[in-house]
């Protein structure tokens, strides 16, 4: 059964950028699907952020476009989200997930609360 | 972007009773939606995609219908356990995108 487990800093200072890795296990990331992150502020609801397919073609939410990367590393069974000039509204649980070809089935990891504050 | 937006914000019900929730998308999304579950301190969990399909392990006690611009989640005699906050999602441009509803909170009445 694939298992996701993300990883980072729960600590971002203002202004940094956001780093976190998902670790996937019990399936191998290079035969398919789509491969994201998902993040929901405290209390708030569900925002998408991107996703990479595993040839590396990557999506991300045009509201966060322009600070976001998403990258894959087949090697290691894992992918990564870097997101650059952080604010206190980055603050959130940020989710990796696999994501079905049509877009109709979302698995998630456990989720990681990431603060930015100084 | 597609905004999907549901109501009731929270819905009060009592064990036993049927909770209907409602989902509407800004523009059609055809029948390329889904639902999810969240319970506290919990990853969502899908129930219905494809607007009327269980996902696998999910009770006949939930079901989904609609599509174009509306949508409606039907628990039809809820359990203790089915108290939380549910999710809409649409996935008609994926992989350019998917958004979700707000939710809907199932409280206990």
């Known amino acids: 059964q694939v298992q996701l487990q993300e990883s980072g800093p729960g600590l971002v200072k203002p202004s940094e950028t956001l780093s976190l890795t998902c670790a996937v296990s019990g399936y191998s990331i290079s035969s398919g699907y789509y491969w994201g992150w998902i993040r929901q502020p405290p209390g708030k609801g569900l925002e998408w952020i991107g996703s990479?397919?595993?040839?590396?073609?990557?999506y991300y939410n045009p509201s966060l476009k322009s600070r976001v990367t998403i990258s894959v590393d087949t090697s290691k069974n894992q992918f990564s989200l870097k997101l650059s000039s952080v604010t206190a509204a980055d603050t959130a649980v940020y989710y990796c997930?696999?994501?079905?070809?049509?877009?109709?089935?979302?698995?998630w990891g456990q989720g990681t609360l990431v603060t930015v504050s100084s | 972007e597609i905004v999907m937006t549901q109501s009731p914000a929270t819905l009060s019900v009592s064990p036993g009773e049927r909770a209907t929730l409602s989902c509407r998308a800004s523009?059609?999304?055809?029948?390329?939606l889904a639902w999810y579950q969240q319970k506290p301190g919990q990853a969502p969990r899908l129930l219905i995609y494809g607007a009327s399909t269980r996902a696998t392990g999910i009770p006949a006690r939930f079901s989904g219908s609609g599509s174009g611009t509306e949508f409606t989640l039907t628990i039809s005699s809820l359990q203790s356990e089915d108290f939380a906050v549910y999710y809409c999602q649409q996935y008609n441009n994926w992989p350019r995108g998917l958004t979700f509803g707000g939710g809907t909170k199932v409280e206990i009445k």
């Open positions: 997930a696999r994501v079905s070809k049509h877009g109709s089935g979302i698995y």
């Open positions: 523009q059609s999304v055809s029948s390329n």
């Open positions: 990479i397919y595993h040839s590396g073609s990557t």
